[in-house]
């Protein structure tokens, strides 16, 4: 007859000891191969968790109001790829007449049709616009004003970073060139046509990198010194907001506004000019994947000026996340951004603006019905015609 556990001297246990009970606990408290895994579940939940957080915190908040525009007329330049082609597709989606100003005709193509695809809207249209070419400016323009009689938003996205050293077609400092000067003349040639559109809208697409940036009136196109992110690329960026601040005050009671903004880091094709070796390329387009913003994600801020209602009125700001951001005095300079606009119509080959639109304190007086201001330097024909 053998005696109960732990109760007798015939056991191997001692007395007290139940190992029924002891190997139920041991179960209860998983110990071994199930501890491990409880613990290590554990552990991918919560970085899990952090990294998802981390990860909507990096894309930034969304345009969520969900007004259409349709029928409303929408140029977007540099829109086949990246941050403009994930603009054009939501413009178009709402309902927009979207002109997709590129300067390559098969990749504005492959877009079109992938964005009519999407959004079921088959006002597309496919228009070649190199910003590196003032001709290739005014003939762009020449002929959408044959085609459309409104313009009720102009988006100045497309932008170069940070290539070689090399020109324009026109001579001037590639970035320098197509980010401003080409968007420059493009918008003062089409500010008749958003003046009797009004209320309308430009948006222009700058960046932070205005922050490290200065104009150099000593050497505008770099030519004694390039610098090519420091220098020309910044620069650049810091003339996008000096033209935006200097046209609002010009555009005062025009009913058109003008606002600019950074989308962000965004992972696009930007960085095709990137030079490191081919791991660190690989390394950063893996790390980017992750803490970098979608370009979906990107097009938040310009979409948010574009649309929404609320912003009905506001001009001349610099926005970022979609909120309105102070600006670093370089920035603000009222007098670098006459300095630059002189420069600019000289160099653009536009005659020089109204006496009145010269200081900001007087802007708006005389500009507010188009006949004198950056609205009366449009010079190409108007005549509507049939679209092909
Ligand atoms: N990505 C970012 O992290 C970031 C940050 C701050 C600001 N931004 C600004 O966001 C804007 C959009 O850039 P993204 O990131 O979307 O870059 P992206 O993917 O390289 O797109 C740039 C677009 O501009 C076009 N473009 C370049 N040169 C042009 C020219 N001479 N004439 C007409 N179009 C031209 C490109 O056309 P091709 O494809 O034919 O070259 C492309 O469609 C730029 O203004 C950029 O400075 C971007």
């Given at each position: 007859m053998s005696s109960a556990p732990g109760s007798g001297s015939g056991t191997p246990f001692p007395p007290g000891f139940d190992p029924a009970a002891e190997s139920a606990e041991k179960t209860l408290c998983f110990r071994g191969f199930w501890a491990w895994f409880v613990l290590i579940l554990l552990i991918v939940v919560f970085v899990s968790a952090i990294m998802w957080l981390l990860r909507k915190f990096i894309q930034g908040p969304i345009y969520?109001?969900?007004?259409?525009?349709?029928?409303?007329?929408?140029?977007?330049?540099?829109?086949?790829?990246?941050?403009?082609?994930?603009?054009?597709?939501?413009?178009?989606?709402?309902?927009?007449?979207?002109?997709?100003?590129?300067?390559?005709?098969?990749r504005c193509e492959a877009a079109r049709l992938e964005i009519m695809k999407k959004s079921q809207n088959q006002q597309l249209f496919?228009?070649?616009?190199?910003?590196?070419?003032?001709?290739?400016?005014?003939?762009?323009?020449?002929?959408?004003?044959?085609?459309?009689?409104?313009?009720?938003?102009?988006?100045?996205?497309?932008?170069?970073?940070?290539?070689?050293?090399?020109?324009?077609?026109?001579?001037f400092e590639q970035q320098l060139g197509v980010n401003h000067l080409g968007h420059f003349l493009l918008t003062n040639l089409l500010l008749d046509r958003l003046k009797q559109s009004a209320p309308s809208r430009i948006v222009v697409v700058s960046s932070a990198a205005h922050l490290l940036g200065r104009i150099n009136r000593d050497d505008l196109m770099s030519e004694k010194k390039y610098s090519k992110f420091l220098g020309a690329y910044s620069q650049s960026k810091l003339a996008n907001i000096l033209f935006t601040r200097k046209l609002a005050t010009m555009l005062k009671d025009t009913g058109v506004t003008v606002n600019c903004c950074h989308p962000g880091v965004v992972r696009?094709?930007?960085?095709?000019?990137?030079?490191?070796?081919?791991?660190?390329?690989s390394a950063l387009e893996v790390l980017s994947i992750y803490l970098i913003k979608t370009p979906?994600?990107?097009?938040?801020?310009?979409?948010?000026?574009?649309?929404?209602?609320?912003?009905?009125?506001?001009?001349?700001?610099?926005?970022?996340?979609?909120?309105?951001?102070?600006?670093?005095?370089?920035?603000?300079?009222?007098?670098t951004a006459d300095w630059l606009w002189r420069e600019s119509e000289k160099l653009v080959g536009l005659p020089p603006s109204s006496p009145t639109n010269e200081s900001?304190?007087?802007?708006?007086?005389?500009?507010?019905?188009?006949?004198?201001?950056?609205?009366?330097?449009?010079?190409?024909?108007?005549?509507?015609?049939?679209r092909s």
């Open positions: 969520r109001k969900t007004n259409r525009i349709d029928g409303k007329v929408v140029i977007v330049t540099g829109c086949n790829t990246g941050i403009g082609k994930e603009t054009a597709l939501e413009l178009a989606k709402r309902g927009a007449r979207v002109y997709m100003a590129c300067r390559d005709p098969g496919n228009r070649t616009l190199d910003l590196g070419s003032l001709q290739s400016v005014r003939n762009f323009v020449e002929r959408f004003k044959a085609e459309e009689t409104r313009l009720d938003l102009l988006i100045n996205n497309a932008g170069v970073m940070a290539c070689p050293r090399s020109l324009t077609a026109d001579g696009t094709e930007l960085n095709r000019h990137f030079s490191g070796p081919a791991w660190m390329k979906k994600a990107g097009a938040q801020t310009t979409l948010k000026l574009a649309l929404d209602p609320s912003m009905e009125g506001s001009t001349g700001g610099y926005y970022s996340d979609c909120i309105r951001w102070p600006l670093v005095p370089w920035a603000r300079s009222t007098d900001p304190a007087n802007n708006g007086t005389s500009n507010g019905n188009g006949s004198s201001g950056p609205g009366a330097m449009q010079s190409v024909d108007t005549v509507v015609v049939n």
